[in-house]
């Protein structure tokens, strides 16, 4: 990442250094989570479509510890090797908004709040600015080479309320704190960056 663009890294030290943690980071290009695993300071695995697990790209995935999920159904496995990731300690990257949108964290899926509920994991929100601002000139798919990308990362915070339920109803309200923190976190960084 760093030899093709230059990204701009703030509050990484906001990371757990150990232990499990889920960082929740915006998604408006696809070049965001890539980024987000050339710049976290600990290795990160995501949960990726399955359709991108063909061929070379598929067994470099699976070697640097992506996770396949099929986003058609409940991929009973992928929830089990996310969880397991966690339960190891390691960090789990989301995109709490399910697929590529405008990355302002206005419709999320619940499945963030299950991860950090059921995990006990607090959750690191992370925006990454600037992957749309400049397409490039030989390939209009990637951002222009050159061009600053910046990765906010905020503070920690638990998701849950507290008491350990797991219902619907404690999803749903996680869900909603969790918005909240994300857009506070988004508008933050887009201040700090002038973005």
């Keep these: 990442m760093y030899g093709l663009w230059r990204p701009r890294v703030l509050g990484a030290w906001r990371v ?9 980071v915006n ?8 980024m987000l695993m050339g710049t976290s300071p600990r290795p990160v695995h995501f949960l990726i479509k399955q359709e991108m697990f063909k061929g070379p790209l598929g067994s470099f995935l699976r070697g640097i510890g992506q996770i396949s999920v099929d ?17 190891r300690g390691g960090v789990m990257g989301i995109f709490p908004e399910g697929t590529r949108g405008e990355g302002d964290f206005a419709s999320l899926r619940s499945g963030l709040a299950y991860f950090a509920v059921r995990s006990g994991a607090p959750v690191v929100p992370v925006a990454v600015l600037g992957s749309n601002d400049r397409p490039g000139r030989l390939v209009t798919a990637l951002p222009a080479l050159g061009s600053r990308i910046d990765v906010v990362f905020g503070d920690p915070f638990e998701a849950g309320d507290g008491s350990g339920r797991r219902t619907r109803a404690a999803l749903d309200e996680a869900t909603l704190r969790i918005q909240s923190r994300l857009t506070d976190h988004l508008a933050d960084a887009r201040r700090r960056t002038e973005r």
């Excluded at 929830?79 to 990731?85: E, F, P, T």
Aim: no cysteine; net charge negative.
């Design 71 to 87: 986003r058609g159904s409940t991929d009973r496995a992928a929830v089990l090797g996310a969880l397991g990731v966690l339960e």
């Design 16 to 24: 757990p250094p150990s232990g499990p943690a889920i960082l929740a």
């Design 27 to 34: 998604h408006s290009h696809f070049i965001d989570g890539p």
